[in-house]
């Protein structure tokens, strides 16, 4: 004011606005720069479990990024006002949009789980990204971790028996064989992430091995149409992916449940920059008594080691593109008082990927691959027996180029593989001729080339918008030798195994249809191919010539197949009412083989030979229907198959339908799923000691399993736990001394993470 008084009216007028227009200026800069950081948690809306790879975007501007493993989001925002919508945006949930004002308050953001995921994506029920999506089309299923990582599932048979077009044989030892369709279990193959575990032993793969803490899901691709993944896949192919992030850093967890069984695993992971490392460790056993014969006790007992390491090219590389490392250690030991049996099995297993660039070849992945086998047992029966030993290297590499030009999206591989076995056995008081191999040193070399071309167009219909035609073509070089052998019978030259070469082509081919108008959702297909399986080392060592000398040096043939499979499926979302949506899923498919491998089994004798069968076919129906209720918060689904088997001695004890019921309901961290399956009866044929065979058969079977489960947070821990009864019903009518796939359970399992 005294400056004001001591200058001209006019001037004091001037410098007191210049003065305010200054200070307006001055105040408006830290305004107009200032920055505004919201963090927070995504989580599932019904299940409370952090969701990953949300986007969240302020519309309008630059600004976004997204959640991480553990739903985690840290934002920051420039220009906005409280009233700023922020998205956030998932592929299988809907959209929200959330004020800034009420984010400040509390960042924690739940979605409501989709029905229909965005049509950019691909069609769940039969086309898939992963595995799947490489090949030509066949009806798949997915198994999301979310479905099973605090159930109380023991391992992966033990949660994919759940399936309805599965089947888990289980052994004393505790090992359990998948089958698929119908099928048995060496026409499976089972890959952890894209690298196949299936050895040239026996080509089965041991399910129990895998236990659920680092699986993030299973892709189940059904029917012997696969091309890029092995001629032995005439059921299907199991796809296990890895968890490439983790939600922790530690996590615990302890179960206890029946046959004085317990287990405890321990996980780590951690983010360095661009590298991530994760291990595990799985340990446990159970010990149970036999229906006859009580004081004698069946001991199973496994540890299991697993880790990855992985580098990423760029900080915002998808997983996808980097150079991992995984690697797998698992041993199993087991004792049957019984029958004096034990077995003691170490597996092991390394697969390094590389996908990235690299000069002239542009993106290309290449992977390589090694498995190990340790096996040594003792199997007994009335009046022989036998010591086995096995010990199996495996080597197995490959090279995969895509290459998308305009409507057409090529994909070309190159596949080897390369195993070594050693071989060796001692038998006494054999009632048959003492004939074949004592021990021997086999190998076997497979070369594959693989072609696949898809050919993507627009129909120009208002509804069946799209269409793929898919072609592809494999040819296999497969040769078989055996070094330093040993016979039982100098007299004979070639025991009972040949040297081989085979070269085969196989062809396969597709059409598949999408279609989409408003909340429907459609995609049928039809498949066609051959395809051709060559008999695996073991299954050549024991032909029928150990039974019968004037069959010596007679040799497995070739088994080939012809398959047709016509699928597809139906999805509605609902937008009001208790009723979100529904899904229906249907196929029928169709097999027919030419020299069909047959396993046969005699009493009083401890082994299992192979010989072919002629002819043979499995045609099937499988069929699945979904209801979602209150967006997905409670799901019902139903599973039914039905096969027709012409030929049973070749597919022994395979149930020739199923039928699954399951009710899951999901609500504030709460989880609880009711569960009920029925298996038909199991026929096989035993052969016996007269060259007859007699039928045996395993009774029908059908009970419920019951889960529930719960997780805390308290801080930055988190408490999980879980009660799972299996077979709750009573089943007087099935004893299976000790199997514990129909035994009535019960399993408790409780964990802390940070």
Known sequence: MNCAD?????????????????????????????????????????????????????????????????????????????????????????????????????????????????????????????????????????????EFEVRGYVDAGDLLRTEH?????????????????????????????????????????????????????????????????????????????????????????????????????????????????????????????????????????????????????????????????HWRTASLEYVNERDGEQLDDRNSFAGLQYAGGLPLLGDIKLVAGYNGLRQDMT?????????????????????????????????????????????????????????????????????????????????????????????????????????????????????????????????????????????FLLDVFLSYGNNVRYPTLFQQVNSPALLDPSRVGEALEVETNRSVEVGGSLTRSLQDGAVSGWEVQGSFFQNSYDNKFRSISTPGIPLTLYDNVDNAQISGLEAKAALFFWGKKVLTEFGLSRYFISEQSAFPFKSDSKRTISILLDHAGYSLQLFHFAESSQIGLLRQPDGTYAEVELPSFSNIDVHASKFFDIGKFQLFVNISLRNILNSENVVLSGLALRDRRYYLTAGIQY
Not at 280 to 288: A, V
Not at 304 to 321: I, T, V
Request: aromatic share 10%; proline share 3%; charged share 25%.
């Open 165 to 325: 077009s599965i089947q888990i044989d289980e052994q004393f030892s505790g090992k359990k064989l998948v089958s698929m369709r119908g099928g048995n279990p060496d026409e499976v193959i089972v890959l952890y992430d894209g690298i196949k575990l299936n050895g040239s032993y026996t080509s089965d793969f041991d399910l129990s091995l895998i236990e659920l803490s680092d699986v993030e899901r299973f892709e189940i691709i059904k029917g012997s149409n696969s091309t890029l993944y092995g001629s032995e896949a005439f059921s299907g192919v199991i796809n296990i992916v890895p968890k490439e992030e983790r939600e922790y850093t530690v996590r615990l967890h302890q179960q206890i449940g029946s046959y004085d069984s317990g287990i405890w695993g321990l996980q780590l992971y951690r983010r360095f920059g661009r590298f991530a490392g994760s291990y595990s460790l799985r340990n446990g056993g159970m010990t149970r008594a036999f229906e006859d014969l009580p004081e004698d006790k069946l001991t199973n007992s496994s540890m299991h080691h697993s880790g990855s390491l992985s580098y990423r090219f760029s900080e915002d590389a998808q997983p996808a593109d980097a150079l991992t490392l």
């Open 6 to 146: 001591r200058n001209s009216p006019a001037l004091g007028s001037a410098a007191a606005a210049a003065v305010l227009l200054l200070c307006a200026f001055l105040c408006a800069i830290p305004l107009a720069a200032q920055t505004v950081t919201i963090s927070g948690t995504v989580k599932d809306g019904n299940t409370y479990r952090p969701l990953a790879d949300v986007n969240i975007t302020v519309p309008g501007t630059r600004f976004g990024c997204s959640s991480d493993a553990a739903g985690f989001y840290s934002l920051s925002i420039t220009d906005v006002d409280e009233q700023t919508a922020i998205v956030f945006q998932h592929v299988s949930y809907e959209s929200r949009s959330v004020r800034l004002a009420d984010l400040r308050r509390s960042g924690d953001v739940y979605l409501t789980p989709r029905v229909i995921p965005f049509e950019s994506t691909e069609i769940t029920g039969t086309r898939l990204e992963g595995a799947a999506a490489k090949d030509i089309p066949q009806t798949v299923s997915t198994i999301e971790s979310r």
């Open 379 to 519: 199997l007994n029966s009335t009046d022989a027996s036998v010591e086995r030993g096995v010990h199996e290297d495996g080597g197995q590499g490959s090279i995969e180029k895509r290459w998308a030009p305009g409507i057409f999206d090529f994909l070309f591989s190159y596949q080897f593989s390369h195993a070594q076995l050693d071989v060796g056995d001692i038998r006494r008081n054999l009632r048959e001729q003492p004939i074949g191999i004592a021990s021997t040193q086999l190998t076997r070399s497979h070369h594959g080339l693989v072609a696949i071309g898809k050919l993507h167009g627009e129909t120009g219909s208002s509804f069946f918008r799209s269409f793929d035609f898919d072609a592809s073509l494999r040819q296999d070089f497969v040769s078989d030798a055996q070094d330093e052998v040993v016979l039982r019978e100098q007299s004979i030259p070639d025991g009972a195994f040949s040297e081989r070469d085979w070269s085969h082509t196989i062809f396969k081919f597709a059409i598949d249809l999408k279609g989409m108008k408003e909340n």
